[in-house]
């Protein structure tokens, strides 16, 4: 999991680390397409990776269906 708590990182962490970090920056920037890749990225690096692939899929999600003109990227969760 990309968020959890490391000493330090293997070379492969922190390429994943950088790129779900870019990810997340294109992301508020509502450039869906451009994040889409770096989530990718960070999943290829860590398979399985919960945050990436969370991500992952609200930006296909966005890149479908492009969120309100005042969309802040706040999600609000419904159920447990």
């Known amino acids: 999991n990309i968020y959890s708590a490391?000493?330090?990182l293997t070379p492969e962490l922190k390429d994943a680390w950088d790129a779900h970090e870019k990810g997340i920056d294109f992301y508020y920037k509502r450039e869906f397409l451009k994040a889409k890749a770096?989530?990718?990225?960070?999943?290829f690096l860590i398979p399985h990776d919960y945050c990436s692939s969370l991500f992952?899929?609200?930006c296909n999600k966005?890149?479908?269906?492009?969120?309100?003109?005042?969309?802040?990227?706040d999600t609000?969760?419904?159920?447990?």
């Open 56 to 58: 992952l899929k609200r």
């Open 76 to 80: 609000v969760l419904n159920r447990k």
């Open 6 to 8: 490391r000493k330090s």
């Open 38 to 43: 770096y989530f990718q990225k960070a999943q």
């Open 62 to 73: 966005y890149i479908q269906s492009p969120p309100d003109f005042d969309w802040s990227g």
